[in-house]
Structures are given as structure tokens and as C-alpha cells.
Antibody
Framework: EVQLVESGGGLVQPGGSLRLSCIASGFTFSRYSMNWVRQTPGKGMEWVSYISGSDGSIYYADSVRGRFTISRDNAKNSLYLQMNSLRAEDTAVYYC????????WGQGTLVTVSS | DIQMTQSPSTLSASVGDRVTITCRASQSISSWLAWYQQKPGKAPKLLIYKASTLESGVPSRFSGSGSGTEFTLTISSLQPDDFATYYCQQYNSYSRTFGQGTKVEI
């Protein structure tokens, strides 16, 4: 069974940093591209970032480029999202999501940016 | 970025109804479109990919069609478990944008 388990969310002040992690199991992690997707009540679903399984391709949404960094450690079956210079509008539930189109989702981790 | 526009935003329907949701792309995305279902407090669930391919385990009452810029998700006979919010997502470009969602309610 495919499982994606996120961690690292929490409350952070504007301008602060946070690192999200996602541990994958039940499939050969290195063979799959991965994404971070976030959801807010006001803005709905927003794709944040993508990393390929093999060739190292990385893409970001315009709203986070230059502030967020996606990475993966295939040896640890883990996906990461380093979030710097956080803003109130980054407040959302962040999902770890597998695939070019997403066929598996984690349960989500809540990030709240507030003073 | 490619913009995805869903209509309607909210849809009121009854059990047994045929339901159609439309998703329009701001430019051609070929058939690189997925549909998801989301229930409150849960992660989304993949229903359809490549515009019309049903994900394994998804009931056959769900179907997708379209290519280029216009796509539809059809539920042939709405069941109680289908009351949820539905999202389209394009994956033609590196920026994988979602539609704003369609809430199907009683």
C-alpha cells in the first residue's frame, strides 16, 4: 500500500522558516516524480513544486520561487520542502503528492504563518 | 501560466441525476488533464487522468472527455457517496495548475 506521511508543519512568524518532510513507503520512491501541493479555504488547491524521480528536474510556482526549495533523498525515501521568508499567504495545508498527475496524496500538514 | 476555469462553482443535484462539470484551459493542454474528488477533511482522490482514463478502482459512473482547451467530467447517476468537491488539474506545462473546484451538493 502506498503511504505518504508529512511532518514539520506548525506555527511560524512572518519571515521565518520551516522544513516539511514526507516519508514514502509501499513503492519504489526513486522511480516517481513528487510534488508539494497546498490548499487554503480562500485559494483552493495550489501546486507548489515538482521534482522528478530521475533527471533532477525541479519546478516551482511563481508564488514560491526563490523562497522555497524542494529536494529528495531517494536512499531515505524522503521528500522535503524548505520554506524561507514565509508570508501570511503561505498559510495552508501542505500535501506531499506522487506523480506527474497525482495518484497518491499524504494526509497533509498545516502551516500557519502568523505573528 | 495556464489558467484553469471550472464551471459551475456549485452544483445542486439529487441522487440518480446525471451531472456534468466543465473545465476550460487558457491554452491548449492536449489531453494532459486530471480530475480529483475531495471530501471535507480528506486529501483529494484521483478519478481520471489523461482526460478520459479512469483510475483503477474508480466506479464506471465517472467519465471524462475533451482535449485541447475544453474538458468535462460526467457522473452518469449520482450516488450519495459522490457529494464532494471536484477539481481539474492540467499537467501539460511545468506549472501544474488546478481549477478552483466544483462543489456538488444536495
Amino acid at each position: 500500500e502506498v503511504q505518504l506521511v508529512e511532518s514539520g508543519g506548525g506555527l511560524v512568524q512572518p519571515g521565518g522558516s520551516l522544513r516539511l518532510s514526507c516519508i514514502a513507503s509501499g513503492f519504489t520512491f526513486s522511480r516517481y516524480s513528487m510534488n508539494w501541493v497546498r490548499q487554503t479555504p480562500g485559494k483552493g488547491m495550489e501546486w507548489v513544486s515538482y521534482i522528478s524521480g530521475s533527471d533532477g528536474s525541479i519546478y516551482y510556482a511563481d508564488s514560491v520561487r526563490g523562497r522555497f526549495t524542494i529536494s529528495r533523498d531517494n536512499a531515505k525515501n524522503s521528500l522535503y520542502l524548505q520554506m524561507n521568508s514565509l508570508r501570511a499567504e503561505d498559510t495552508a495545508v501542505y500535501y506531499c503528492a506522487r506523480g506527474v498527475y497525482v495518484d497518491s496524496w499524504g494526509q497533509g500538514t498545516l502551516v500557519t504563518v502568523s505573528s | 501560466d495556464i489558467q484553469m476555469t471550472q464551471s459551475p462553482s456549485t452544483l445542486s443535484a439529487s441522487v440518480g441525476d446525471r451531472v456534468t462539470i466543465t473545465c476550460r484551459a487558457s491554452q491548449s493542454i492536449s489531453s494532459w488533464l486530471a480530475w480529483y474528488q475531495q471530501k471535507p477533511g480528506k486529501a483529494p482522490k484521483l478519478l481520471i487522468y489523461k482526460a478520459s482514463t479512469l483510475e483503477s478502482g474508480v466506479p464506471s459512473r465517472f467519465s471524462g472527455s475533451g482535449s485541447g482547451t475544453e474538458f468535462t467530467l460526467t457522473i452518469s447517476s449520482l450516488q450519495p457517496d459522490d457529494f464532494a468537491t471536484y477539481y481539474c488539474q492540467q499537467y501539460n506545462s511545468y506549472s501544474r495548475t488546478f481549477g478552483q473546484g466544483t462543489k456538488v451538493e444536495i
